[in-house]
């Protein structure tokens, strides 16, 4: 089967390369130089500039800025963000989205509207609403104290803020795809008896398990990778309320510039990880779409 | 299972989708319901399985009220148009479902599973298939695969909509055949939705003619076709002619002509449209005793054994079609552009009621 398909891939680039739908030469040369010069500048570049800079002492300069207590503690902050942050909106995108796509409801816009929110605000005010909500002078900040509860400057406040700004993420990729699967396989699914949770698991999961890793895998990266809402609750305590973007500023305000770029040497092997996966994904699930629809063109 | 369907009302929105729907399906039969696209056929199917709930009205199987019986506990198997199968589940999965999500107590073992499934996959005929996955197969199989699961839970009713509707025209008619042997065989309580006429009239025992939330006619191929209840009807099932006319006395008046009906005899001067199929256009070379129009042969489709001819009357210039054996073709040696005469056979009249 995989070799009849890469077949037939062959088959499908000689015909979209063939004279008569193509561009004159220089014109194809032109635009694939520009872009060539676009993606060097802004993202090989920088990006290659990350892991020179943070070797430029040696390796073991590199290793001693990482394994430092200081750093070991933002890292395991960013770890717990994400290992909290990333299974919650995983259950809430997953519920929303089949709430969306498979019923009809009063609000759905408001509900839809209300998803997208964190993409449209800034991450810093993003923070701030927690401020003013837990913060000291805000609403509960009374009866945190008096409670002897610490959400503001503390992982409370800095995990909250990562909920909010990754969770768009996995309904925003869910949505889409349930809408176009539409909800006859678990009407069908019904008529036969199964119950609610069976449909869920027998037969809704596994008809989004590709959209919905991916969605996850842009959570985590946006988890790890948030900076402005967690700057604005963290109150960057060293040791204690840093993660690993705000510990690289730290030390990039420190002009330890080797410290920093090893740090976010890790941020940028993070990012590289995750694109690689979410490639991985993108082929995953573009072949099982390819061999279903060549096999029912039979 | 018998099925009786009580005052069904359905609205959506301001769309009146089923209005006042009365119905009963006795045990064993194989029903159509027939209509144009947007209809409410498919709503009404949806309500007898419970994916859809009435505004008003009940759903009664086999004398007891289902209105508000759960889709899960229905017993009725369901066709979906575009068969529905769960895509990552082999075929043999797809029909094990309905057995394997029941509570473990009502469950079958694995074994008896694999029998029931694999007996099913062979009344299908697709038992060769079983380890498959449902993109990997062709519509006329999916379809059948689509019945095998449905038949799996052992339904009362079987309900299926626009069973056909996605095959092509040779693989449509084997089905529509293979259905009606296979409900013959099994005698399951069965109510399919169409709107392809000539398949409701190969395969149901009984047509329920539907147009804009309403039961045009209900009774058997042979009623609907030879007797249709309304205008729409005439229309919906096959070619027809219509003429536009009054109706006096006993007699239908299309133009020139005075036609004769049955029935009407009370009826006075009253506007009227007269109905005549295309094989009860009787087209002649010379007048004769009885009254008709004259005409201009447009058009002549002698593929098939009916031949098929276009005509434009001359006093108004309107088409009628006409359907002439091969053998009376050959008689009349028809050609093109020639003048005939025309004479309407078994003329229906529906009175035009006043709004």
């Known amino acids: 089967m995989s070799s009849t398909v890469s077949n037939l891939g062959h088959y499908q680039a000689k015909v979209a390369r063939s004279r008569a739908t193509s561009e004159p030469a220089w014109i194809r040369w032109s635009l694939i130089a520009i872009a060539l010069a676009f993606l060097s500048l802004f993202l090989f570049i920088p990006l290659a500039a ?51 796509a498979k019923f009809d409801f009063k609000g759905k816009s408001v509900l839809i509207t209300l998803i997208d929110l964190p993409f449209a605000v800034s991450p810093v005010i993003a923070g701030l609403i927690y401020v003013l909500i837990f913060g000291l002078q805000g609403w509960f900040g009374e009866w945190l104290i008096d409670h002897d509860y610490k959400v503001i400057f503390a992982i409370p406040g800095i995990v909250l803020a990562t909920v909010f700004v990754t969770f768009p993420f996995v309904a925003r990729e869910l949505i889409p795809l349930m809408q176009a699967q539409g909800k006859e396989e678990e009407e069908a699914a019904l008529v036969l008896g199964a119950s609610g949770w069976q449909i869920l698991w027998r037969v809704t999961l596994p008809n989004i398990k590709w959209g919905l890793l991916y969605g996850v895998i842009l959570t985590n990266a946006r988890a790890m990778g948030e900076f402005g809402a967690v700057s604005v609750v963290s109150g960057h305590i060293r040791g204690l309320t840093n993660t690993m973007p705000l510990h690289v500023e730290i030390l990039y305000n420190e002009y330890n510039y080797a410290a920093a770029f090893a740090v976010a ?16 994904i ?11 629809e060549q096999s029912s063109e039979e | 299972m018998s099925i009786a369907i009580r005052n069904i009302h359905k609205r ?10 009365n119905l009963d399906v006795p045990t064993g039969e194989l029903v159509a319901l027939l209509g144009p696209s947007g209809c409410g056929k498919t709503t009404l199917l949806r309500i007898i399985a419970g994916l859809e709930a009435a505004d008003e009205g009940s759903i009664l199987f086999h004398g007891s009220d289902a209105t508000s019986r759960d889709v899960r506990e229905r017993e009725v ?5 575009h068969y529905a199968l769960f895509r990552h589940m082999t075929v043999f999965e797809n029909v094990a479902f309905g057995l394997r999500v029941r509570p473990r107590k009502t469950r079958p073992s694995e074994a008896e599973i694999h029998r029931r499934v694999h007996a099913l996959l062979e009344l299908v005929q697709l038992d060769w298939l079983a380890g498959r996955y449902p993109p990997q197969l062709s519509g006329g199989q999916r379809q059948r695969i689509a019945l095998a699961r449905a038949l799996a839970v052992e339904p009362k009713v079987l309900l299926l909509d626009e069973p056909f509707g996605a095959l092509d025209a040779k693989v449509r008619k084997d089905l529509r055949r293979w259905l009606r042997r296979l409900h013959d065989e099994l005698h399951i309580t069965s109510v399919f939705v169409t709107h392809d006429q000539e398949e409701a009239l190969e395969v149901a025992d009984r047509i329920v003619v539907m147009n804009q939330g309403n039961i045009e006619q209900i009774g058997s191929p042979q009623e609907v076709y030879d007797k249709p209840a309304s205008p729409f009807v005439y229309k919906f099932l096959g070619n027809v002619n219509q003429f536009h006319g009054r109706v006096h006395a006993g007699k239908a008046h299309i133009d020139t002509l005075a036609l004769d009906i049955d029935g009407h005899h009370e009826t006075d001067n009253t506007p009227a449209h007269a109905f005549v199929r295309p094989h009860d256009i009787e087209v002649l070379r010379e007048r004769g005793t009885q009254p008709a129009f004259s005409a201009v042969v447009n058009y002549i489709n002698a593929i098939g054994p009916l031949v098929r001819i276009e005509l434009q009357r001359q006093d108004n210039q309107s088409i009628v079609e006409a359907e002439l054996t091969r053998e009376r073709f050959r008689e009349l040696a028809l050609q093109q552009g020639e003048a005939v005469y025309i004479q309407p056979r078994n003329v229906r009249v529906f009175l035009d009621v006043p709004n």
């Open chain 1, 50 to 100: 990350v892991f020179t800079e943070a070797l430029r002492k040696g390796f073991e300069t590199y290793i001693a800025a990482l394994v430092e207590p200081d750093a070991l503690s933002a890292i395991k902050l960013t770890v717990i963000a994400a290992v909290i942050s990333v299974p919650l909106n995983l259950v809430f995108g997953v519920a929303a989205a089949w709430a969306i």
């Open chain 2, 77 to 81: 198997g369901f066709v979906f148009q």
């Open chain 1, 265 to 280: 040497s890790l941020l940028a092997f993070l990012a590289l990880v995750t694109l690689a996966l979410k490639t991985f």
């Open chain 1, 282 to 292: 993108e082929w995953q699930s573009a072949r099982s779409a390819r061999t279903n």
């Open chain 2, 12 to 21: 959506f929105g301001k769309f009146h989708a089923l209005n006042n729907i």
